[in-house]
């Protein structure tokens, strides 16, 4: 017997759907999975085999082979194996294929049926929508990511025998639902620019930068702000709208940074990394892609403390994606595009004075200097005009 059920997954910033399909018919007893896979998903034969068993459905000894189609894309992530399972399901025929029509399943099974939550959910929701599906099957602790959007069903569950029954009609659900503004509520931030006191000239200087949305270079001595007033920036930022808000919790699911108890993020993103970050974990890239900290800072701040602790290299990384919002990393044979729509602030422990001094200065031991300086001040020209 055939069966066929839609699932997702996740290439760089963008969801794929994946068509499963799954054939059963008499033969010698072989289990075989095609369509250009990755190990992760290779594996997924022996979970779903023995999630299958500890359900209480016997195994039948037939030839079983699953494809998931398109063949030529490279399918990687661990979220196949709930839809692997439920085709399988289907062609052994405990359910109809009419009960997995119009559906689109993701989940990672563990070895007793229970689902765990995956990577990427809301983006494979999003692509699911706008391909016209509207019924979606994910892990109970994914279920909240798409909840805020209206014109979707989404149903969260906790284990293969539930799901099976749900697809049955024998364990009704309703759809999961959240408000927008409730989480906008719920995430307030832990600080707030009324928090300080003083410093006039400072507060006056972030103001116009957040309104204008230019970058800021803070110059002083230790202990003096800086970072205080840098943490607060994103508090007098604009609300975020939904888009805003499904953009940022799309890209913080598929880094898997998505904190347990906030399934829709409403704040403003704030990252400051350490100055022994590298090129790539600042840009995005790596032997797997992934996003870096100016893509995680989209949308909010990117704040960079003790700038000339930095590389050089990682500095002159920072000019083009700040230009043009978005960071491009190429690979053999496929490019990701990232967003880099982020306010970059820095702050430095070197006094005005001494700062335009050693710029200025013609001493030969200072050129590096003065060429560092110039670069430094290259970046927030636009703020400076």
């Keep these: 017997m055939f069966s066929s059920i839609y699932s997702a997954d996740v290439a760089g910033m963008e969801a794929r759907l994946i068509c499963i399909e799954a054939d059963v018919h008499d033969g010698l007893p072989v289990f075989d999975m095609v369509g250009y896979l990755a190990s992760a998903v290779k594996e997924a034969r022996e979970r779903v085999r023995i999630a299958i068993r500890n359900m209480g459905v016997?195994?039948?000894?037939?030839?079983?082979?699953?494809?998931?189609?398109?063949?030529?894309?490279r399918k990687e992530g661990t979220s196949f194996d709930l839809p692997i399972a439920i085709s399988l399901l289907t062609a052994f025929g405990f359910l109809s294929t009419e009960c997995t029509?119009?559906?689109?399943?993701?989940?990672?099974?563990?070895?007793?049926?229970?689902?765990?939550?995956?990577k990427g959910v809301l983006a494979m929701i999003l692509e699911g929508r706008r391909q016209g599906i509207r019924r979606f099957v994910v892990p109970d602790k994914n279920a909240g990511e798409g909840a805020v959007l209206e014109d979707i069903e989404i149903y969260g569950m906790q284990t293969l025998v539930q799901t099976?029954?749900?697809?049955?009609?024998?364990?009704?659900?309703?759809?999961?639902?959240?408000?927008?503004?409730?989480?906008?509520?719920?995430?307030?931030?832990?600080?707030?620019?009324?928090d300080i006191i003083g410093q006039g000239t400072a507060k006056r200087a972030a103001e116009i930068a957040i309104g204008g949305r230019h970058n800021l270079l803070m110059i002083g001595p230790s202990g003096s702000g800086k970072t205080m007033l840098a943490k607060r920036l994103p508090t007098i930022m604009p609300a975020m709208d939904l888009e805003e808000s499904l953009e940022i919790t799309r890209l913080y699911s598929i880094c898997g940074l998505l904190p347990e108890?906030?399934?829709?993020i409403t704040r403003r993103p704030f990252r400051a990394p350490h100055h022994t970050i590298t090129q790539t974990a600042l840009t995005g890239g790596g032997r797997i892609p992934m996003p870096g900290e100016i893509t995680l800072a989209a949308k909010g701040v990117l704040f960079l403390d003790e700038l000339p602790e930095f590389s050089r290299s990682s500095l002159e990384v920072l000019r083009q994606p700040l230009e043009e919002h978005k960071v491009t990393v190429s690979r053999l044979g496929k490019s990701y595009e990232?967003?880099?729509?982020?306010?970059?602030?820095?702050?430095?422990?070197?006094?005005?004075?001494?700062?335009?001094?050693?710029?200025?200065?013609?001493?030969?031991?200072?050129?590096?200097?003065?060429?560092?300086?110039?670069?430094?001040?290259?970046?927030?020209?636009?703020?400076?005009?």
């Design 164 to 194: 099976m029954k749900f697809l049955r009609g024998e364990c009704p659900l309703k759809p999961v639902r959240a408000s927008f503004q409730k989480w906008r509520k719920e995430q307030a931030y832990p600080q707030d620019f009324s």
């Design 58 to 73: 016997h195994f039948p000894a037939k030839r079983i082979t699953v494809n998931l189609s398109p063949a030529n894309l």
């Design 338 to 385: 990232y967003p880099s729509d982020c306010i970059f602030v820095a702050a430095m422990n070197i006094a005005t004075t001494k700062l335009i001094q050693w710029e200025t200065a013609e001493k030969p031991e200072n050129k590096a200097f003065r060429g560092f300086c110039g670069f430094i001040f290259s970046l927030f020209e636009p703020f400076f005009c």
């Design 101 to 118: 029509k119009d559906i689109l399943i993701i989940g990672e099974l563990g070895l007793d049926g229970s689902l765990r939550p995956v």
């Design 261 to 264: 108890e906030d399934s829709v």
